[in-house]
């Protein structure tokens, strides 16, 4: 529940929807971080749209980063309407309201430190370049793990190795990319052994990748600017449907 008052989430939204991630990462209908939303992460979920979410699908590589600063209130609103949700719910009442009672205290408490301590006009301003930063932040250390990695449809079999390895990214650098990205760096271990401390992940890294060259399975690594570009190139081409001067 730390989440809950520290950071603003709700941990029973986000416990839910990672441990799905993680059962089917990239895969169509399954994995709620590529669902269609606010970015369309595969051609099918662009071709079908229409007005302002088609002209964002075709220019979303280029507002990628731009839109990331509103992912912290996307995180907060998210968590809030699942507490609120009462459809296919599997959290008790009781566990509900205590998020709820601890999400409020982080508000009022949150806010107001703000106003207490700063005129309206720079609480304000704080609370937006708070709420950006921490949104781009977080984008910034989640894109990388699987945006632009190989997508599996419904009717795809594929085994557990083979689905967590392949629709994942490795950066690669030293101490501080640890730091930055928290471990989420080494996504591919991160994903076979989830429980794993984070420490642990840098020294799993060479047992995996020899095990994956054994058994012929690509594991991929990279740096971080490249993945980064690597997303957005995925992301333009997923858009390219709805640019008439291209043929598809």
């Given at each position: 529940m730390h989440a809950d008052l520290l950071i603003g989430l709700s941990y029973g939204w986000w416990i839910a929807k990672h441990n799905r991630h993680h059962s089917h990462p990239n895969h169509v209908d399954r994995d709620p971080d590529i669902a269609d939303g606010a970015i369309a992460f595969t051609r099918d979920?662009?071709?079908?749209?229409?007005?302002?979410?088609?002209?964002?699908?075709?220019?979303?590589?280029?507002?990628?980063?731009?839109?990331?600063?509103?992912?912290?209130?996307?995180?907060?609103?998210?968590?809030?309407?699942?507490?609120?949700?009462?459809?296919?719910?599997?959290?008790?009442?009781?566990?509900?309201?205590?998020?709820?009672?601890?999400?409020?205290?982080?508000?009022?408490?949150?806010?107001?430190?703000?106003?207490?301590?700063?005129?309206?006009?720079?609480?304000?301003?704080?609370?937006?370049?708070?709420?950006?930063?921490?949104?781009?932040?977080?984008?910034?250390?989640?894109?990388?793990?699987?945006?632009?990695?190989p997508i599996f449809a419904n009717d795809d079999k594929i085994d557990f190795l083979r689905r967590q390895v392949l629709t994942s990214r490795n950066i690669r650098g030293q101490r501080f990319i640890d730091f930055a990205l928290g471990g989420l760096n080494y996504q591919i271990e991160h994903h076979l052994f989830p429980s794993m401390p984070r420490p642990s992940l840098r020294h799993s890294q060479e047992l995996v990748r020899a095990y994956c060259a054994r058994h012929g399975i690509a594991y991929y690594e990279t740096g971080l600017f490249n993945s980064y570009a690597e997303v957005l190139r995925h992301l333009h081409a997923v858009g390219g449907p709805l640019r008439p001067e291209l043929e598809y």
């Open positions: 979920h662009a071709r079908v749209r229409r007005g302002p979410y088609a002209w964002l699908a075709r220019h979303q590589a280029w507002l990628f980063f731009p839109m990331l600063l509103l992912e912290g209130l996307a995180l907060h609103v998210a968590g809030i309407r699942a507490l609120l949700d009462r459809t296919g719910a599997t959290t008790s009442r009781a566990t509900k309201l205590a998020e709820a009672g601890l999400l409020t205290a982080h508000l009022g408490g949150y806010l107001a430190a703000l106003f207490l301590v700063l005129s309206p006009v720079q609480a304000v301003c704080f609370l937006l370049v708070h709420q950006g930063l921490f949104g781009l932040y977080m984008g910034c250390s989640f894109a990388p793990n699987h945006k632009g990695m």
